[in-house]
């Protein structure tokens, strides 16, 4: 049967996954953590990917990635495949590093945006690869936080979304506790991310099962025109007119999930 083809068009942000062959670890030195993050950069410059959030684990990664030049594939070709050559070549070894084709599921509503954000920072808490998300070095969440200096490929979108650094690490602090995704506030209208809001509201759990997304209609608009305001009655949302919405013009229909994780 076929592969379903992948839903590519300029502006979207997807979910992106890969792991190792048989679920074999992908990093096995610091060089090799480094390198692949060298690869993210080498994919913003040549291929426009952009990146808001990423977390590299021992067998496995995550990435929310936008491409302003509906190019995923190519991108995407060209970061794991460069990798998997300088894998094979420094470690002496043969075969595919990388579990089949890389996993992609596009983002359609603000729900599921921030549930993959709170996801790729609690992913190593979860793992039981360190205690506090700050702690991994290979995760992006230092750097939105302020905790580290954030590296020239990675974008501030995540940080814009919630206007300052305390709000975004109390969101991520709530996936921690496993508190319900319900308890954070309502993100009205209009959304983060310009487009329909799903009926479907996902709840953190303590296992942090893999976030999904809905199969929903939705037409893409803004990707931000908002910002995420901390004050003492609650957050709120404000247009933010340094951030202005812009139309991609683009329509799908019945979007699926396209990747799995285990």
Known sequence: MPRAPRTLAAGLLYHVTARGNAKAPIFLVDADWEVFLSGLAVARNLDGMLCHAYCLMENHYHLLVETPRANLDDAMQRLNGTYAIRF???HVRTGHVFQGRYGATLITDDDYALAVVQYIACNPVRAGACTAPQEWRWSSYAATAGLEPRPAFLTTRVLEWF????????F???GLDAVSRELRPSLGEPSLLGIRQSSRRPTANTDMAWPRSPTISVSTTALCGVRFVATSQGAILVPDPVFAPHES????????TLATWA
């Open 163 to 170: 206007g300052d650094r305390d709000a975004y690490q109390e």
């Open 88 to 90: 094979n070549r420094h």
């Open 249 to 256: 013009g683009v329509s799908m229909q019945r979007v699926n």
């Open 172 to 174: 991520v602090a709530a």
